[in-house]
């Protein structure tokens, strides 16, 4: 069982940035790629990041290649997201998930809660 919480939610100016964080509660973790889901309003859920179990290996939407960076610290079993230049289209409420392979369909493990991501324009 690995239990998600994400944080660094929040309110910001397009062009603007913020970095969230998934903690998983336990080592059993480190046995999981992590991925980064969001869901705006009135749409599904889609793919945005993950990042493999050793960090070596990572994917990306199309959408935030290149303003988005993820990255993993096993030590303390938490992974983040960067989010760089960021855009009104860019808000949503965003999920990390856990699962055994690193790939980008919705069919994880387990979810987080979610945090939500605002971008003013």
């Known amino acids: 069982q690995v239990q998600l919480v994400e944080s660094g939610g929040g309110l910001v100016q397009a062009g603007g940035s913020l970095r969230l964080s998934c903690v998983a509660s336990?080592?059993?973790?480190?046995?999981?790629?992590i991925g980064w889901f969001r869901q705006g309003p009135g749409t599904e859920r889609e793919f945005v990041a993950a990042?493999?179990?050793?960090?070596?290996?990572?994917k990306y939407s199309d959408s935030v290649k290149g303003r988005f960076a993820i990255s993993r610290n096993n030590a303390n079993n938490t992974v983040y997201l960067q989010m760089n230049a960021l855009k009104p289209e860019d808000t949503a409420v965003y999920h990390c998930g856990a699962t055994r392979w690193l790939r980008t369909g919705r069919d994880y493990d387990y979810w987080g809660q979610g945090t939500q991501v605002t971008v003013a324009s």
């Open positions: 990042v493999s179990r050793f960090g070596d290996n990572t």
């Open positions: 336990s080592d059993a973790s480190r046995d999981y790629a």
